[in-house]
């Protein structure tokens, strides 16, 4: 996988452990092949890359997926998905467990395939070149397969599962040649490559670093594990290393948690403790997570890696079953370490003991003595409605960062999004609510009516699937900003598809509330009313591909809820609706 003529550091030169495979990768070229590579590329095919591929190709050009320098072709695609290594070596094979492949679409792979070059630029979404990958192997992966071997599960409802099922058709791989990393304007002082990383660790004299994984704000019991870490282990210091790529949907903003992280790493004993940043798209992969991001930190120069309770994992699923055991990624962590060559920390939870005014691992707490612990749902049960966040639990300033970033549900931003077949409802109940809520006054309102968002927002739309979804998604944009800014949207489309659906409410819950609301009226009722005179003109044969009669409806299966207008008023429901608001606490 490492060719002779990648740019590559001479490991003897590197301070820090030895990279995962033997050498340190960069891509990034200089000088006149710098130059020559961004005037080849002003007549390349240009791709625009997503937030996922921006964070994969900057960690392959800086060495943070050492040793791969591209992403993966077929061959080495299928031996990680099958054996977690590069070479297919099941047991003795140089281990690498996570995919790391650049999805592509049909027409961008003809396009390139096309030209004499085989070439195309990768860029960001402002249009800066990052990288030129010459394609020379592409495939079509077995996706299930992809996501039961890597994730342990094909259901959709899990976050990695549901990435790789939304990937595009193609998986493309070839010679890359590293134009720039990703430009990023915030933090840079803390975002440093594995390179920079080892020289920092060569300027403070460590030789022995032991490296913490986290996506969430840090407290107490967090500090507590990662100095019980190093007092266990001498001559230790730390490296708290918080990813600031992509996370689980509904996570704290990276914004908030890197404020929380320069609050608490004054808290660590003078010279113990350091913080850099890490721009991962986590994959929520939990076992083969955990032995991922150990890998990642090996190349980042650390020889310690802490793996703790739940490692990576993306919780529970519909039905309220844990996709991962909470020490399942512990134990894979721990089985492979000799062949990873860093020393895996396991750690229990950390609990608080009231009488000893002390933090322990939950399997050390002496006898008779009571716990105390806050949940991440709890906490954000208290910082949604307000209540008290005890001091032992974490500190003060990191209390006061978190409810300035999230306010109680009464002073966030939400989305009321109606969902029903045309003619059920959904406009009259929407208007009602927009006037009683005008009521209220505390927020601005904006009404987002299916018919006015396709006149004006979406009127070269068509009524393909396709087309459907996008004007969704433009509707969920657009809501998610009114939102983000402490207002209320109210939508009220058809919105027949559960991806599109879906794919709103992820783009709105990070900034706000989502209250989705199916007004369940049947297809007979809405045909009986046919107040636009939209189901006789499908029923003469004047309109084809209508939801509900010649093209699917698809039901949501957990709407926050559900009201059928056939026995319930406009009255009713609205204070139906209102209820819920003030019960969820979005109103008072």
């Not at 721009?279 to 939990?286: E, I, K, Q, T, V």
């Not at 793996?307 to 996709?323: I, M, S, T, W, Y």
Request: glycine residues 8%.
């Amino acid at each position: 996988m490492v060719s002779p003529d990648i740019l590559t550091n001479n490991s003897s030169k590197l301070y820090g452990s030895i990279p995962h495979g033997g050498e340190l990768i960069n891509l990034i070229l200089e000088g006149e092949e710098l130059v020559e590579l961004k005037q080849r590329s002003i007549s390349l095919p240009s791709l625009l890359l997503t937030k996922k591929q921006l964070c994969d190709i900057e960690l392959l050009m800086n060495g943070g997926f050492s040793p791969l320098n591209t992403f993966m072709d077929e061959t080495i695609y299928n031996n990680v998905v099958e054996t977690m290594t590069i070479d297919g070596d099941k047991d003795d094979g140089l281990l690498f467990p996570m995919p790391i492949v650049l999805d592509i679409s049909k027409e961008s792979l003809d396009t390139v395939l096309a030209t004499d070059s085989k070439q195309m630029a990768l860029r960001d979404e402002e249009g800066n070149l990052i990288a030129v990958l010459t394609v020379s192997n592409y495939y079509t992966p077995n996706k299930e397969n992809e996501a039961k071997k890597t994730m342990g599960s094909i259901d959709p409802y899990h976050p990695g599962v549901s990435t790789i099922f939304n990937t595009k058709e193609y998986y493309v791989s070839g010679k890359l040649e590293g134009a720039q990393l990703p430009v990023h304007y915030d933090y840079n002082g803390l975002r440093r490559t594995p390179i920079q990383v080892r020289e920092l660790f060569r300027t403070k004299g460590w030789e022995n670093v032991i490296a913490f994984q986290t996506r969430n704000p840090m407290h107490r019991a967090h500090r507590e594990l990662t100095v019980r870490a190093a007092e266990l282990n001498a001559n230790c210091h730390l490296l708290i290393q918080p990813v600031v790529g992509m996370t689980k949907p509904g996570d704290i903003d990276y914004h908030t948690r890197v404020k929380c992280y320069k609050e608490i790493i004054d808290s660590y004993p003078e010279g113990l403790a350091t913080l850099s940043l890490l721009p991962l798209a986590m994959r929520m992969g939990g076992p083969r997570e955990a032995v991922w991001h150990a890998i990642i930190r090996k190349n980042f120069g650390c020889n310690h890696f802490i793996v703790g309770r739940d490692h990576a994992g993306p919780g529970e699923d519909k039905q309220g079953n844990l996709f991962y055991q909470p020490y399942e990624a512990q134990e894979l962590a721990l089985k492979l370490a000799n062949r990873l060559s860093i020393k895996i920390l396991p750690f229990q939870m950390m609990v608080y003991v009231p009488a000893h005014d002390k933090y322990y691992p939950v399997d050390e707490v002496p006898e008779g003595l009571e716990t105390a612990n806050i949940s991440g749902t709890k906490l954000r049960h208290l910082l949604r409605t307000g209540g008290e966040i005890p001091n032992w639990f974490t500190y003060e300033k990191v209390v006061k960062i978190l409810r300035d970033s999230c306010p109680p549900r009464s002073k966030q931003g939400f989305t009321v999004f109606f969902t029903g077949f045309s003619g059920s409802g959904k406009s009259t109940i929407a208007n009602a609510l927009n006037e009683a809520l005008l009521e209220d006054g505390s927020r601005s309102i904006t009404l987002l009516d299916g018919d006015v968002v396709r006149t004006f927002l979406s009127s070269e739309l068509g009524f393909s699937k396709e087309h459907r979804d996008l004007n969704i998604k433009r509707i969920g944009f657009v809501a998610s900003e009114i939102s983000k800014a402490g207002g209320i949207a109210i939508c009220a489309p058809i919105a027949p598809y559960s991806g599109a659906r879906k794919f709103a409410r992820d783009l709105i819950t990070p900034n706000g509330g989502f209250i989705e609301i199916h007004i369940s009226t049947p297809i007979e009722t809405c045909e009986k009313r046919d107040r636009k005179g939209l189901y006789a003109k499908v029923r003469s044969g004047q309109l084809k591909g209508f939801t509900g009669i010649d093209d699917p409806y698809e039901t949501p299966e957990n709407p926050e809820l559900r009201i059928d207008t056939t026995h319930t008023s406009v009255k009713d429901a609205i204070l139906l609706i209102l209820n819920h608001l003030r019960t969820e606490g979005y109103i008072n």
